[in-house]
């Protein structure tokens, strides 16, 4: 199932890719009765395109949100030229988890491996047995990720590195800096420093509320997708530039549901909920007692945009005006 999962992990969760990491756009392969699937869902959301809006309302706050790919790509230098007189104007400055956070929670990770690693109790070698995790040992091999510490991941953060194509993470798309952290570094430099929509130790709860058994389940399955990983990082970050957020996301909707077994669709709402729905509604709320009558900033993930679980629409819901803005194409 989840291959939803390298989709939220590059525009939804808190990047370099090389320009070689080219592949083939998945969404051009598929039959037309599934494409036309495809568009019906896409026509039947709200806010489905676009990467820069404007959220305006009577009382005189005025947010800008820009939905980002966490990743570096070829637009990340235009997008933050385009992006600075935005910042400039901004009362407040908000990415997902801000630059001071970030750096705060690299430093808990190194100082409590098991944040991100298993540290005790059976490793997945254990959990996946043996056929399962030579596989996904092959995986991060090509992902240059040694055994001995693929063996120690959690199992949703394992699944997270499985859908990171082979070529970006060989390009360093762990290391570069993307733009949310390009927008903190410009926001910290006019001294408007970022601020964090969430806390990391909260998301980082909501990762450890999925059962264990579900995250070994969900390794198994995006194992057992047939298609190429590099196709699809290639995928989702075409689609991006082209401003297709909701396209992209009905994809991972239908491949999941194809290849996920029986309980796909449950697996696939579950996790939407837990790392979108339930993410942006406290986003919300956290914007309507901090930002009134304040000019504010987002970078965050664009596929926390479309749809009736999206920031835009909710933030209509709220009495905002909401207005779509031109992008550069660089």
Known sequence: MLRCLAILFALALPGAVSAACDGQDLIDTLSDQERAELDAQVAATVYPEGLLWRATREDGTEITIFGTYHFRHEQTDAHLEALKPMIEAADQVYLEISNEDQAQMQRDMAEDPSIMFITEGPTLPDLLGEADWQAFSEQMKARNIPAFMAAKFKPLWATMMLGIGPCEARS?????????????????????????????????????????????????????????????????????????????????????????????EEDFQRMSDMLLERRNADWIDLLLREAPGKRVFIAAGAGHLPGDIGVLYLLEQEGFTIERLPMPRG
């Not at 290391?175 to 570094?185: F, N």
């Not at 491949?255 to 996920?260: E, R």
């Open 172 to 264: 360093g798309a762990l290391e570069a800096h993307g733009i949310d952290k390009l927008v903190g570094d410009y926001a910290a430099e006019i001294g408007n420093p970022s601020r964090s929509l969430e806390q990391f130790g909260e998301l980082m709860r909501l990762l450890d509320e999925e059962p264990v058994e579900k995250q070994i389940d969900l390794i198994r399955l995006t194992l057992a997708w047939p298609g190429d990983t590099d196709d699809l990082s290639y995928t989702i970050r075409q689609r991006y530039l082209a401003e297709e957020i909701a396209l992209t996301w009905e994809f991972s909707r239908l491949i999941s549901l194809k290849y996920g077994g029986p309980t796909a």
